[in-house]
Structure formats: C-alpha cells, structure tokens
C-alpha cells in the first residue's frame, strides 16, 4: 500500500525540477492544462495513502464528502482565473501556494469523490463541464490579452483546449447515456 | 443530530476558506486579471520614477528629473510595433488634444518612452512622433540608452515586455499619469483618452488653484 506514496512523490519531485517547472510555465496550455492538473494527480496518489493510513481523521473532517468538494471547487476556480497563472510566474509566493494548494485538491478528491455519490459526482460534472466552457469562450473571445506573460496566441490556444476538454466531457456524457451498459458486461 | 450540526459547521468552515481565499486572491473582488491587479498594486505602492536619462527625438540628452516641478503623462511604446503602440499613441493624441495649449509644456509635458533603444534612435522617433503631430517638445519621444536604468524603470513601474518571435514585442499598455515629484500618480485606461484627459486637466486645475 505504499506505492501510491511513491509515485506520488517521484512524480511531485520531477514537477518541481526547475527545467522542467520553468518550460512548462512558458507554455501557457501546458502551465494550466498539464502541470496544474499533474499536480493534482500527485495529491490524488498522497492521497490514496494517507487517507488509507488515517481514514479516522477524514471520517470526522469530512465525513460526506461535501466540505472537501467546496474547498476542491474553490481552489481549481480560483486557478482559472487568469490572474493567477500570471502571479505564480511573477511572485514565489503564488508558485508556493501554487504546489501547495494542487496536490491538496488531489488528496481531497481521493478522500470525497467517493463520499459524495452519485447525485454528487452528477452535479460536479456538469459544473465542471459548464465552467470548462465558458473558460473556453472567455480565452478564445477575450480581444485583450488577460495574461501580461503570455501572447494572445497562446491564449487562444488555451481556450481551444478548453473547447476540447468541454467536447469530450459531452462526448463521455452521450456515450454513457446511450450505450447500452448490461450487453457489454455480459 | 449533533452529527448533523458538525456536518453543517464543517461545511460553512469550508466556504469561509474558500470565501477568503477568493477575497485575497482578487484584492476583495476587485482585480481579477494580473493587469488589474498590478494597477491596483501600483496605486497603492505609488512608485516614485527612477532617475533615467533619455535620448529624445532631437537628439538632447538629460534625466527625468529635468522635469521636475510638471507634471508627465507618459507611455511606454517602440516604433517598429504594429498592433497596441499605434492604437496607444493615437489616443495619447485625442488626449494631447484636449489639453488647453496654455498647460502645454508649462504644467505638463506629454513623454512617449521607447523601450526597444538598439531600433529607435533619435532619427526614428523624429519620423515616428510626425505621425501623430507630436512637436518633440511639450510631447516628447525618447529612449533610454543605458539597460540596466530601462529595466529598473520597467520594474517599477511593472510594464512587462516580452518578445513575440518574430522581432517584436508583446506589452501591457496604459496612461501612466506622474505628478510634480516624480511619482505616479495614476494610471490611466489608454482605451477611454476623453476620460483620461478630463482626469489630467482636473488634477493640474486643482494643484494651480491649491
């Protein structure tokens, strides 16, 4: 039951290596649709084994899930606004809070999503798929450059993976809906 | 029930958190991009002007404090851009305009400074300042030659410039508004030049007045 330890911390480590850290902030849609989301990933294995170790401590602060999923929903919207990419390439202090707050959204969400259910997971989907949108149509219509670091090419290019992630999520959603789930199990 | 209750109570601990966290995140709602929140940054850190030397149109060189006692609005530019500085430089004019000809150069001097200085000499800038009828004079066109005095005066004044690829620069872009010692005063919206105007006419009434 330690590998997820392990992996989780190789993987921290490699983020935080200052090449690799530095290049892929230079890149505006690796900086917020990969190295943010592989910071999660990293919480996601810490989590796996500290809520393992001490399933009595997540039980009493977050017994159905729901506190964990706010402060998940608050700390990924609050790294979609475009200010903070800026700030955490301008200020150390931001970059900190930056591969401190990731990998706890991760280690809340092994420790929630469960929690939370189906009614629950339903209802993050589809906000998350709602807002992935609307950030899609903020970077591609925005004519000013919201990031003072980036060029308004890397800022559409952005807002075209966010159109991406939105068109699978849809996709996902189809699928489920309409393909017929017993036949394949049989 | 008193499960209930501590469900409740971790549950608005949560949104407080996550409240705070957005409230200092966005200076209390107010800067949601990093240009908003280095504007709101700089008015409340009110930087004084580094002391610079410029080289201007005509080719005379001395520092800024040579303007001490006017006040100068200024912008950032360099001549070879083709998508912001023309657009800025434009309204810097509509707002050069609105300025009653007897402020001009006594109470304020209009500045456009280049920070691309290997490209924009002296010989540059004179062409360029003829496209928008600035007179080299109460508004002037100039470079700072020396880097190291360009890049504190970038810093201070968080002007961030970053090279496109392709030979040009990519720059945040605003009125910068300075008062009679040297330190900012405001920055102005480059996209409403009317307004901006009405704001530099007021200030310099009311210090004339005062």
Known sequence: MRKPLYIGALLYLILIIPPIRSYMESIMIIHMLIQLPLLMVVGWFLGKYIVYKAPKVFHAINENGVPGMILIVAITMYWMLPRTLDEALTLPQYEVFKFISLPLVGLLLADSWAKIRDVGQIFIYLNYLSMFALMGWLYLDSPIQLCNNYLITQQKTLGWGFIFITASMIVYVLQYVFIDRRRIEE | ?210
Request: proline letters at 4%; one cysteine or more; glycine letters at 6%.
């Open chain 2, 1 to 210: 029930m008193n499960k209930r209750l501590h469900n409740l109570l971790l549950i608005c601990f949560s949104l407080v958190i996550s409240f705070i966290l957005f409230f200092i995140g966005t200076n209390g709602f107010q800067a949601f991009t990093a240009e908003s929140a280095r504007v709101y940054r700089l008015m409340e850190e009110k930087p004084l002007f580094p002391n610079v030397t410029l080289e201007d149109s005509k080719e005379r060189t001395y520092p800024f404090t040579m303007f001490q006692g006017k006040y100068v609005l200024l912008t950032f530019i360099y001549t070879a851009c083709t998508d912001v500085c023309p657009k800025l430089e434009m309204n810097l004019a509509k707002v050069y305009e609105r300025i009653p000809a007897e402020l001009l150069g006594k109470e304020i001097i209009f500045l456009s400074i280049s920070f691309d200085p290997k490209r924009d000499d002296p010989a540059t800038l004179e062409k360029y300042q003829a496209l928008f009828n600035s007179d080299g004079d109460t508004w002037r066109m100039a470079r700072i030659m020396d880097e190291v005095e360009l890049t504190a005066l970038l810093d201070e004044f968080g002007v961030i410039v970053i090279p496109d690829g392709s030979g040009g620069f990519t720059h945040n872009s605003a009125f910068y508004f300075v008062g009679t010692d040297g330190e900012l005063l405001d920055i102005l919206d480059f996209q409403q030049p009317e307004e901006a105007a009405h704001k530099v006419v007021e200030v310099i009434q009311n210090n004339m007045e005062g």
